[in-house]
């Protein structure tokens, strides 16, 4: 039998193979990609019938940093990272997408970025 670890990420590998085979991204609505790691987020936009990535972006780039300087919080950090995903993508011509919120359940981080992205006007 496996060990706790092991059994995570199998478990993690199901769950992001189960979301992927529902999600699939065009060049007319794109995958809205979303990973955090423990301090950050980060979101691509991805074309999966061309495969490749059209924009992408996270907390780190320094048109973000300067907005959140004085934040702390990570659910705020992400509903940020979501409104200039938003209006990034809006300059792209990309009005609707496909969201991919991978092996994450929707709450927290993940569900603020949704959000802010919906409040900058994307539509999904």
């Not at 990973?35 to 987020?41: A, E, G």
């Not at 959140?68 to 993508?89: P, Y």
């Amino acid at each position: 039998m496996p060990g706790k670890e092991r059994l995570k990420e199998i478990r993690s590998v199901k769950r992001r193979k189960r979301v992927r085979k529902k999600v699939i991204g065009t060049s007319e609505r794109p995958r809205l990609c979303v990973y955090k790691s423990l301090r950050q987020t980060y979101v691509q936009l991805v074309d999966d019938r061309a495969s490749r990535t059209i924009w992408g972006t996270s907390s780190l780039s320094p048109e973000i940093r300067n907005q959140i300087q004085k934040e702390n919080n990570k659910s705020t950090i992400s509903r940020k990272v979501g409104l200039f995903v938003a209006k990034k993508a809006k300059e792209l011509g990309i009005t609707k997408v496909v969201f991919d919120r991978n092996k994450y359940p929707y709450h927290g981080r993940v569900k603020s970025l949704a959000e802010g992205a919906r409040e900058g006007g994307l539509d999904f």
